[in-house]
């Protein structure tokens, strides 16, 4: 018996280093050498591939635990998470195949989500550049740097769209529109995945939190979700499949439950939707403990349970609970969990670590030579800038208040966010290290030399200290330009960051009222991680921009958009409230049956705030104007196998050359169900020198203007439909077709 196991062995690790063969020869092949190794391994080993566990970080450093090393020496763990750096995962691999009977390599991952050691802007910030190209740069920058460190896989894209800002998350997805966030899902995708897993500079990416983690109620992390079938399919959703069908080979579950069951345990989201459906053939982790959370979900009784259900619904990787490990063993021989279900979990993982690599070089991704020369080098730099000044959005620009004027003699720069470092990065900052970060005085200081930047705190980020307000005042009223630089600490965005008011924290408004109250110009910087509720800024302060948390190179990022090196081309990713009151708010609402009417008391408002936001999603200024006209369709009448072609023509009418992010939103008037007022369809980014003017040509497909029925099926039914174009969601330019 042991004989054969050992020669079974021999056959299968000889036959690991693959020479070139065709594909479909190649997935065979790893397919017969995963059933080959699944027929060698007992049940410990096998639920050990299922097994994710944590390194830790103390002062001294990374470090793992006694009891993992033991079980990884044992072949009792499949991965490791939080382990980064060529000499420790260097380590932690030869724990795994130096010891082990059947030297499976340990799978590395981390949370790689906006940059590894050149940290981008957050998530949210990038997804108002609105430039899928620069967000699929970053992802591999990032996927490059992440693999130098001995990194295999990234807990991400985070595909959760969400509307409610109270909701800290909202800074790691990309805003409240299922168009626009499924073409960054996808670009996050490649960005990492890259076009090949075994290239050692690519990531295996991970789609999360499968799904609508991003609805929690009342905007209150990891609360629960109730929605609609079609709500779920029809905006919920498309994000995550976008990853799916741009290859992601890995699914995390979600916190939450969904209509009464917990993401964890749901075999409709987890196996009839994502597997049958839509055909994904990756591995199904869970977040953090959440198999244990099932005991508290109160779905599950002890342990065991807890296992069984969640590996029953389609999980196949336990991260962290260790409720795998503890009880599928034992209930496989009570017979009670079906072995063939982890032979699939072990299949699935397996084979993600073949199309790594990992089994013909488990060192692969330890180079320390890639380590030294592939991290934080000047391109990605630049390119962490340049995405940087793209995310920025100019909310207000009252009189051209911006650009700061050429020659300016005295600069105050004032507030909280002005020479504060650690805030710039943002939360899951991964490896960056905050104090490389650029912060805004020092990048003013590089872009003006012959300036003075005088830099004044004023406040804390939260508190109720005013002190340093004096100091403040005479700064604003002693320089010819003021910045303001207020905002959220990182903290108070992203996981367990919900806040139920979000308006500026502590005495920071204050401070703004008075330097505002000066009457000099006054630029006001806001750094967050969610739209706030600035009302007064954004009647009083004469320009208002948006610059969320833009990583290691904030600073200059700012300072290229404030001085006018760089024309703001950025757009809200999500609708600004006014007031908490107003959420969920998003622009492609129903039109209810009492749509709204100032005059009639029986309509769809509020008696103590209007309707309206205070930015629109979309929205976001240019120092240049940019003006639509001759918007014409090419005909009147399509069916439903045409393409619905049209154009409109954008004039830069300013004195700045710059970029335009046309938007498409289209209206069905009359459908089976009701239907939103108006959807974002497409869009163009389209630069334009200062006095030329352009036609911009689009193409929709009759598929995309389809909607889920009240019989579930997915259709477009003809009738007519008004196209609006424009530069937010607002837009007033409008035409009409028939479909028939
Ligand atoms: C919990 C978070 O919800 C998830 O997004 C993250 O990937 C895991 N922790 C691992 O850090």
């Given amino acids: 018996m042991r004989t054969t196991v050992l020669f079974s062995l021999i056959i299968v690790l000889l036959s690991f280093g693959a020479c070139q063969q065709p594909q479909q020869d190649i997935e065979h092949s790893t397919d017969t050498k995963i059933d080959s190794l699944i027929s060698l391994m007992t049940i410990e080993e096998k639920v050990g591939q299922l097994t994710l566990y944590t390194s830790d970080m103390d002062q001294t450093g990374a470090y793992i635990r006694k009891e993992y090393e033991n079980d990884i020496k044992q072949g ?88 409610d ?107 009839d939707l994502l597997r049958d459906e839509w055909g994904f053939e990756g591995f199904v982790v869970t977040d953090y403990t959440s198999v244990m959370e099932l005991l508290y979900h109160g779905v599950a009784a002890d342990t065991a349970h807890a296992a069984a259900l969640a590996l029953e619904a389609g999980v196949d990787m336990d991260m962290q609970s260790g409720f795998f490990h503890q009880t599928l063993p034992k209930l496989v021989e009570d017979k009670i969990v079906d072995e063939s279900l982890i032979d699939q979990a072990v299949r699935r993982i397996l084979k993600v670590k073949f199309q790594l690599g990992l089994f013909d070089d488990p060192y692969k991704y330890c180079s320390t030579t890639r380590e030294k020369n592939e991290i934080m080098q000047a391109d990605q730099l630049e390119a962490a800038r340049d995405m940087g000044r793209r995310s920025i959005v100019l909310l207000r620009n009252e009189a051209q208040t911006l650009p700061i004027p050429q020659h300016i003699k005295k600069i105050a720069v004032i507030g909280p966010m002005g020479n504060n470092k650690r805030d710039m990065i943002g939360s899951w900052s991964a490896a960056g290290d905050w104090s490389k970060a650029v912060d805004l005085v020092e990048g003013l200081k590089a872009r003006y030399p012959l300036s003075e930047i005088v830099f004044v705190k004023g406040c804390e980020i939260d508190g ?64 967050s991680g969610r739209p706030l509720t600035v009302n007064w800024l954004a009647q009083n302060s004469p320009a208002l921009v948006q610059a969320w948390f833009l990583g290691t190179q904030s600073g200059h990022a700012l300072a290229d958009v404030l001085s006018g090196d760089y024309n703001p081309s950025g757009k809200l990713p999500l609708t600004f409230p006014r007031n908490v009151g107003q959420i969920p708010i998003y622009y492609s609402m129903k039109n209810t049956g009492r749509p709204f009417n100032e005059n009639s008391k029986y309509t769809s408002k509020y008696l103590d705030v209007p309707n309206t936001p205070l930015f629109v999603f979309g929205h976001g200024l240019s120092y240049t104007q940019f003006e639509y006209s001759h918007l014409a369709l090419e005909q009147e009448t399509y069916t439903l196998d045409d393409s619905i072609r049209f154009e409109v023509e954008l004039a830069n009418t300013g004195s700045f050359a710059g970029e335009e992010i046309v938007q498409v939103y289209v209206h069905d008037q009359l459908a089976s169900v009701t239907r939103p007022v108006r959807e974002l369809k497409a869009f163009k980014r389209v630069w334009l020198e200062a006095g030329d003017s352009k036609k911009v040509n689009f193409s929709l497909h009759p598929e995309s203007l389809g909607f889920y029925k009240i019989d579930g099926s997915y259709g477009t039914e003809p009738g007519r439909f008004t196209i609006f174009v424009g530069g937010d969601s607002n837009a007033g330019l409008s035409t009409e077709f028939e479909l028939r």
């Fill in 464 to 527: 109720e200290q005013t002190e340093g307000f004096n100091e403040a005042r005479r700064a604003a009223a002693d320089a010819d330009f003021v910045i303001l630089a207020l905002g959220e600490a990182y903290w108070m965005s992203g996981e367990a960051a919900s806040r139920s008011q979000i308006d500026l924290p502590g005495v920071q408004q204050q401070l703004a009222e008075l330097i505002i109250g000066t009457g000099k110009p006054v630029a006001t910087v806001i750094i």
């Fill in 76 to 163: 009792k763990v499949g991965a490791i998470f939080n382990a980064y750096g060529v000499d420790y995962t260097r380590r932690l691999q030869e724990m795994a195949v130096n010891n082990t009977r059947l030297r499976i390599p340990l799978l590395f991952g981390y949370d790689v989500i906006h940059g590894h050691r050149t940290i981008f802007p957050v998530p949210l910030a990038e997804a108002a550049s609105w430039n899928i190209e620069a967000i699929q740069h970053a992802a591999r920058i990032a996927a490059i740097e992440a693999s130098a460190e001995g990194l295999h896989w990234t807990f991400a894209p985070m595909c959760d769209i969400s509307r």
């Fill in 165 to 271: 800002p109270r909701w800290g998350r909202v800074v790691e997805g990309a805003g409240e529109d299922p168009f626009l966030a499924s073409l960054i899902a996808e670009a996050r995708v490649k960005g990492f995945q890259g076009d090949d897993l075994s290239d050692p500079t690519t990531l295996a990416a991970c789609v999360k939190h499968f799904a609508a983690y991003g609805a929690p109620q009342a905007g209150r992390d990891y609360h629960a979700v109730d929605m609609s079938e079609n709500m779920l399919r029809e905006v919920y959703l498309p994000p995550y499949k976008a990853a799916v069908d741009a290859g992601a080979v890995t699914a995390m579950t979600a916190f939450n439950d969904l209509n009464g069951i917990p993401s964890t345990s749901n075999k409709f989201l987890l196996t």
